[in-house]
Every structure is written in C-alpha cells, then in structure tokens.
Nanobody, 128 residues
Framework: QVQVVESGGGLVQAGGSLRLSCAASQRTFSRYAMGWFRQAPGKEREFVAAISWTGSNTLYADSVKGRFTISRDNANNTVYLQMNSLKPEDTAVYYC?????????????????????WGQGTQVTVSS
C-alpha cells in the first residue's frame, strides 16, 4: 500500500516562504492525482491545491491563489507545495493526499473523500 510522507514545514515570518515536499513510496505515484490540504486549530480540514497525475492541470483554493504553487516530479515520486508571501492565517498542519486509482490525465480533486491515502501532516507556523 502506498504511503506518503510530508516534510518541509516550520516556523517562518509573515511574508516569507516555505516549500513542502511529499514523497510517495511507490513508483506508480506517477499515475496518482495529488493534493494538499490544511487544518488550523479549531477548524475543519480545507483544500489548498491539487495537481493531475500528468502535472498538466492544477487547482487552487482562492485563499492561496497567486501565492502557492503545486508541482510534481514523477521521476522522484514527489509532489511539492511552494508557499510564498505567507500570512499568519496560513498557519496550519498541512497534509499531502493521493488518489491512487486510475483517473483521467487532466483530473484534479478538491474534496477530501476523493483521496484515499493521506500523510501524517507537517506543521507550518507563520508569525506576524
């Protein structure tokens, strides 16, 4: 069974940048649609960004559009989330998710139930 592991979280000042990574355990990663979600204390998990398995289609939450960029390196079984112009409201645990069953090459997914594999999360804290 595939596993995904996030890394790259930490503490950063407002206006700063971080890059999160999510490494998958299987080479079939290249056929998985991937997504990033986040959960702040006392709030529900929310969608951040998604990318199709080809990497040719992406989707972003309005709150991060223009600041965050999702990308993938299928040769290294890794998906990234580049986060720029960070704000205190971006503080949350960030989760990587994979949809492992076969899908169309352009499909992206923004709902948690559409993913079947989740990482443990990495904490991102943005100080004001």
């Amino acid at each position: 069974q595939v596993q995904v592991v996030e890394s790259g979280g930490g503490l950063v000042q407002a206006g700063g940048s971080l890059r999160l990574s999510c490494a998958a355990s299987q080479r079939t990663f290249s056929r998985y649609a991937m997504g990033w979600f986040r959960q702040a204390p006392g709030k529900e998990r929310e969608f951040v960004a998604a990318i199709s398995w080809t990497g040719s289609n992406t989707l972003y939450a309005d709150s991060v559009k223009g600041r965050f960029t999702i990308s993938r390196d299928n040769a290294n079984n890794t998906v990234y989330l580049q986060m720029n112009s960070l704000k205190p409201e971006d503080t949350a645990v960030y989760y990587c998710a994979a949809r492992t069953y076969t899908i169309g090459p352009m499909q992206v997914f923004a709902r948690s139930p559409e993913y079947d594999c989740w990482g443990q999360g990495t904490q991102v804290t943005v100080s004001s």
